[in-house]
T-cell receptor, first 115, second 115 residues
Framework: AQSVSQHNHHVILSEAASLELGCNYS??????LFWYVQYPGQHLQLLLK??????LVKGIKGFEAEFIKSKFSFNLRKPSVQWSDTAEYFC?????????????FGTGTRLTVIP | DGGITQSPKYLFRKEGQNVTLSCEQN?????MYWYRQDPGQGLRLIYY???????QKGDIAEGYSVSREKKESFPLTVTSAQKNPTAFYLC??????????????FGQGTRLTVV
């Protein structure tokens, strides 16, 4: 089965600092890749997604992610974080070998932005 | 508004009792999913359904049961056989797409506490 690794469990940054959250997955074939965000008390929302094409994907709220196939990675970045980015971030992979659109999630990274 | 509704938001049950969590969607999505979220473990798939009257076990189906009698509804029953039922439960849905370029949409979750 697919596995997804997020190595940063808790990241603390000051406002305006740059952010990079790591995500690696195990299967090297065709995959769809996602980053979801869960703000405190809210439901999971899609930040960005990669299906094919340009490996640099731009999402909402200034986030972007780069798909590097050779490294099985899909790291999330933001040049300058804001206090409102405080949330939990989940990387997810849809393994296209399976017959379903099941998502495999990483364990999540909690981001705390200090004003 | 289109979306996924999970009810109730908080649920308390005594140990040994079965409990059913509701999930309704009005997005006309074919596929629906149940995930369990535990601190530090990310989201793990319990059951999924690609079409009405059909469902499949996910990674942690033991102690759970589901039904899919209607397209818009996918209730999850947490049975007394589930050894550690206290958790946050998330329901999701996604449209069917032959190119597999779909994303999942999530409900707000139900926090189940078994005492």
């Amino acid at each position: 089965a697919q596995s997804v690794s997020q190595h940063n469990h808790h990241v603390i940054l000051s406002e305006a600092a740059s952010l990079e959250l790591g995500c690696n997955y195990s299967y090297g074939g065709t995959v769809n890749l996602f980053w979801y965000v869960q703000y405190p008390g809210q439901h999971l929302q899609l930040l960005l997604k990669y299906f094919s094409g340009d490996p640099l994907v731009k999402g909402i709220k200034g986030f972007e992610a780069e798909f590097i196939k050779s490294k099985f990675s899909f790291n999330l970045r933001k040049p300058s974080v804001q206090w409102s980015d405080t949330a939990e971030y989940f990387c997810a992979v849809n393994d296209l070998r399976t017959g379903a659109n099941n998502l495999f999630f990483g364990t999540g990274t909690r981001l705390t932005v200090i004003p | 508004d289109g979306g996924i509704t999970q009810s109730p938001k908080y649920l308390f049950r005594k140990e040994g009792q079965n409990v059913t969590l509701s999930c309704e969607q009005n997005l006309n999505h074919d596929a629906m999913y149940w995930y369990r979220q535990d601190p530090g473990q990310g989201l793990r798939l319990i059951y999924y359904s690609q079409i009405v009257n059909d469902f499949q076990k996910g990674d942690i189906a033991e102690g759970y049961s589901v039904s899919r009698e209607k397209k818009e509804s996918f209730p999850l029953t947490v049975t007394s056989a589930q050894k550690n039922p206290t958790a946050f439960y998330l329901c999701a849905s996604s449209p069917r797409d032959r190119g597999r370029r779909t994303e999942a949409f999530f409900g707000q979750g139900t926090r189940l506490t078994v005492v």
